[in-house]
C-alpha cells in the first residue's frame, strides 16, 4: 500500500464561481485520501483518538496547483507517506484525472496527545504499520 489512491468525485460545491475547484479543496480531497488509507489499514481515526488518546493534525503543506478540474470531473487522489518520525509523518500526495496530474502536494502531519494537545509518539502498532509501507516503496 506504499501508494494508496482514492477516487474523490467533483461536486458543485467544491468548485468556485469560475466553476473550477476553488483551490483550498484540494487540501480536502488531500485529507480524505490519507483517512482512507489509515482506514484501509484497519485504523480509524475516531478509534485511535478514544483508544489511544490521539489525534493527527495538519503541522505544514506545500502545493503545486497545475491544472484545473471541474465540476463532475473524477479524480483520484494518492497518498504515500515519504517520512515517518517518532510523532510526525510525511505524505506526499498527488490529484489526477486520467493521465493529467493537476495538483501535488508534500503534507507533514504530526500526532498530539488528544487531551493536552501536545506530540506525542505514534502508537507503536501502527507506526510499524505505517514503516512498512515506507519500505514496500
Not at 483550498?24 to 475516531?46: P, S
Not at 493521465?99 to 498530539?112: F, Q, T
Request: contains cysteine; hydrophobic residues 45%.
Amino acid at each position: 500500500m506504499n501508494n494508496f489512491v482514492w477516487p474523490v468525485r467533483v461536486y458543485y460545491e467544491d468548485t468556485d464561481a469560475g466553476g473550477v475547484v476553488f483551490y483550498a479543496n484540494y487540501l480536502k480531497f488531500f485529507e480524505r485520501a490519507r483517512t482512507e488509507m489509515l482506514r484501509a489499514m484497519g485504523y480509524e481515526q475516531d478509534e485511535l483518538m478514544a483508544n489511544e488518546g490521539v489525534i493527527f493534525v495538519v503541522r505544514s503543506v506545500q502545493v503545486d496547483y497545475l491544472s484545473p478540474a471541474r465540476f463532475n470531473e473524477l479524480l483520484h487522489v494518492s497518498a504515500r507517506i515519504s517520512l515517518a518520525k517518532k510523532a510526525s509523518l510525511t505524505f506526499e500526495q498527488t490529484i489526477t484525472r486520467g493521465d493529467d496530474m493537476l495538483c501535488k502536494g508534500s503534507v507533514r502531519i504530526a500526532c498530539l496527545d488528544a487531551h493536552v494537545m501536545r506530540p506525542k509518539a505514534i502508537p507503536e502498532t501502527l507506526f510499524r504499520a505505517l514503516e512498512h509501507t515506507i519500505n514496500e516503496h
